[in-house]
């Protein structure tokens, strides 16, 4: 992963451990998101499990109707990690995952004026070949600035 092995190791534990969503999306922004020479690392990849995800949040958040659109994901080598943008319903988003865990974020900020962002923890599974299930643990720790 070119020099980034040990930042994307200590993001797939603060993923697993860290209560608080705002310190494990800023350790991304800071350390990877918005650093360069790892972005032009990245080749353009698809997931499907991660799709599926993504647009049953998306029903889940806004309603039938909703999906996932304009999803970039991007792998950095050959490790279990990919990350990119989404748009879900009338958020825009930034998103990372591991597939050996089925764990990721997404970070979802509104465009409305006024409007906030929202952190979603998740982890999936495939219920059977076509169709993925997720589950998020942002009851007690959803957060909306």
């Not at 608080?20 to 360069?36: E, K, P, Q």
């Not at 906030?116 to 007690?140: H, P, Q, V």
Request: net charge negative.
């Amino acid at each position: 992963m070119g020099g980034f092995c040990e930042q994307v190791e200590t993001l797939k534990n603060m993923l697993v451990n860290e209560g608080d969503f705002n310190n494990v999306i800023a350790y991304f922004l800071s350390n990877l998101g918005s650093i360069r020479v790892f972005a032009n690392q990245g080749k353009p990849t698809k997931n499907k499990i991660l799709r599926d995800i993504l647009s049953s949040i998306a029903v889940k958040s806004y309603g039938e109707g909703f999906t996932v659109t304009q999803l970039k994901l991007f792998k950095v080598g050959n490790g279990p990690f990919c990350h990119g943008t989404c748009r879900l319903g009338p958020e825009v988003g930034a998103i990372f995952f591991f597939d050996d865990l089925n764990i990721g974020m997404l970070s979802l900020t509104s465009l409305e004026p006024m409007g906030g962002t929202s952190y979603i923890r998740f982890s999936g599974t495939f219920l059977d070949a076509d169709k993925a299930a997720f589950f998020t643990d942002n009851d007690e720790n959803a957060t909306r600035h």
